[in-house]
């Protein structure tokens, strides 16, 4: 069994590796004549044009596994069908499922591994990636480092601030107003042209302090005030900015925890947090629901596997946009509009599984 699990495994990763480099290739060709006026009016170097395509392929891998191990179990196990090697297995008193085990494991191992690849190097390379676009494909290249409208609770001086902008290469942030509310209403103000970051604490610059008691409101004007009651650093700030692939998952649940501890709604943001747990999987269900079709199917050909592939990735992807829009809407509980997908294909994979001798 040792040497014809090896020699299973080996027909799926050569297929697969093939699928992967045709799929990246085509990918990165249809993007970049998509946006080759783009980068042509804003006269982008080629070099710059070349990382940003080099940072681009960790997500790309990412986005298109699923497809890959779906047509690559296809074709590696509709040939062994089409050429009666499975029925060949099969008499010498080996089951289906036994023979189709070594692409299991592969398709499992690919899951974890996507787990990792997407902690530590797709959040890296898709915040190089963006930093591209914003600063060689944005308008103005300086709002791309700064953050707007920004406001939250802090329990830590049990007050609301809110931000005009904030600029992370100066670690400033402007036009900033402090409220202190008890019972629904403010008892105190605090407003200052700016707030920095200096010696591991903020101070705020040019303001004044309102206390407000009955109609009596005596503001206090000052010039500098050492600000120590505020936890927020600007690595906080900054990671306001960024969007849910720039982030790792640990960042993305902090900042989730955060929103709602600030009394925001953190519904959209749930949802993606579940999804870079369920979407890596669905590597491991593709594979359950491939395989056995394929084994099932000994006289289709590679254009049958080919056509299959293209329409059960129409539905998963088409399922998965799905459930995402409608988590992100409410309507379904963020972790199972994160799982629907799966959820429908693991059903999918089961029947064929107990269904196909």
């Known amino acids: 069994m040792k040497i014809l699990d090896i020699y299973i495994s080996r027909k799926f990763i050569s297929t697969l590796l093939f699928t992967l480099v045709a799929f990246i290739s085509i990918f990165i060709i249809v993007d970049l004549i998509d946006r080759l006026s783009q980068f042509l009016s804003h006269q982008v170097p080629k070099w710059i044009i070349i990382q940003y395509y080099f940072y681009y392929i960790p997500f790309i891998i990412v986005l298109i596994l699923p497809v890959a191990i779906l047509l690559s ?114 008892v105190s103000r605090i407003d200052a042209q700016q707030m920095n970051w200096e010696a591991n604490g903020w101070t705020l610059i040019n303001g004044y302090e309102r206390k407000i008691s009955g109609e009596n409101i005596k503001p206090q004007y000052f010039d500098e005030r050492r600000f120590e009651q505020i936890s927020y650093k600007p690595v906080d700030f900054e990671r306001a900015q960024k969007k849910h692939e720039e982030m790792t998952y640990g960042e993305l649940k902090k900042f989730v925890e955060e929103v709602a501890q600030n009394g925001g709604e953190p519904q959209t943001w749930l949802v993606d947090l579940y999804i870079k747990i369920s979407f890596p999987f669905s590597n491991f269900i593709i594979m359950l629901f491939g395989a056995p079709l394929a084994a099932g199917k000994p006289r289709s050909g590679k254009a049958f596997g080919f056509g299959v592939s293209l329409f059960v990735a129409f539905f998963f992807f088409g399922f998965f946009k799905t459930g995402q829009a409608l988590g992100h809407s409410g309507v379904l509980h963020p972790l199972l509009a994160a799982w629907l997908s799966n959820l429908i294909f693991l059903a999918a994979a089961i029947v064929l599984i107990i269904k196909i001798k």
């Open 73 to 186: 179990s296809l074709f590696s196990v509709g040939n062994l069908a089409h050429f009666n090697e499975i029925i060949a297995m099969k008499s010498s008193g080996i089951s289906l499922n036994r023979i189709l085990l070594p692409l299991y494991l592969i398709a499992f191992l690919i899951s974890v591994f996507v787990i990792y690849f997407g902690e530590k190097i797709v959040p890296f390379t898709n915040q190089k990636m963006f930093n591209i676009e914003r600063i060689h494909l944005g308008k103005h290249s300086d709002l791309a480092e700064r953050r707007t409208n920004i406001y939250f609770r802090d329990p830590q001086c049990n007050g609301w601030i809110f931000i005009n902008h904030f600029d992370p290469r100066l670690q400033r942030a402007n036009r900033v107003s402090i409220q202190y509310i008890n019972d629904h209403k403010i």
